[in-house]
């Protein structure tokens, strides 16, 4: 009979002792695990970027940039340049009517100015470094000369084509090296367009011909949307 108390006692020691050890690992565990770790953010080397943007050539832009950090995580963008409007490749040909005026927009300089915030949300790393979120707003002015080719009007008249966009842009920013960046972006938005142009008339009035300018206004809203690259060389 004492042996078996002795044994049931023995029994009971064990199961306790197990239990508690067993207890003693859970909490140890637990105490060593860490759900949100902390990342070591990735430093820039740069703090601020010169760009241009060689693809807006084809849309008449000579687009300049600059971007400077503001903070680990945010930076300002602005971007300047002059524009040239109605550029062609070749030759340009008009068909002269013997009776009738040929208007042309002859090319003229505008110019161009925006600016941008920008956030970089990623752990890992800092302003001026991979994805950003970004809203823009961006003035774009183009210019243009309206001549009559066929010498029916003389003179010449100066038309104009704005554009007011507002964009929210999604981007990344690479580093191709140690000072040279690859600023590749997209996005959409809202903008207010406006136009100014002109047409020759001759007229015939039942007793002479009467040539003058028409001029033709239009403005709208409209939605716009907004994709490009940027070469950057960035330093301290």
Do not use: C
Request: positive net charge; charged residues 20%.
């Amino acid at each position: 009979m004492s042996i078996i108390k002795l044994f049931s006692v023995s029994l009971i020691f064990l199961i306790s002792f197990g239990s508690m050890a067993q207890n003693e690992v859970i909490i140890i565990d637990r105490k060593n695990y860490k759900k949100d770790r902390n990342r070591d953010i990735r430093l820039n080397d740069n703090t601020q970027i010169v760009k241009f943007a060689p693809i807006n050539l084809l849309a008449g832009e000579i687009n300049f940039g600059y971007e400077r950090q503001l903070s680990q995580k945010s930076s300002l963008d602005f971007e300047i340049g002059p524009t040239l409007s109605n550029l062609r490749t070749g030759f340009n040909n008009h068909f002269i009517d013997p009776f009738q005026p040929v208007t042309v927009a002859k090319s003229a300089l505008g110019f161009l100015i925006g600016a941008s915030f920008r956030y970089y949300p990623l752990d890992e790393t800092e302003a001026l470094n991979r994805f950003y979120v970004s809203p823009v707003l961006k003035y774009k002015l183009m210019n243009s000369r309206f001549e009559d080719v066929s010498g029916f009007v003389d003179g010449t008249r100066r038309g104009s084509f704005s554009r007011l966009n507002f964009y929210f842009n999604f981007g990344y920013q690479f580093w191709l090296s140690k000072s040279f960046s690859l600023d590749v972006f997209g996005g959409f938005g809202l903008g207010f367009h406006s136009e100014i142009a002109y047409t020759a008339n001759h007229i015939f009035t039942g007793d002479d011909w009467l040539s003058s300018w028409e001029e033709r206004t239009h403005s709208q809203g409209v939605l716009v949307g907004n994709v490009g690259l940027k070469l950057g060389i960035g330093s301290k």
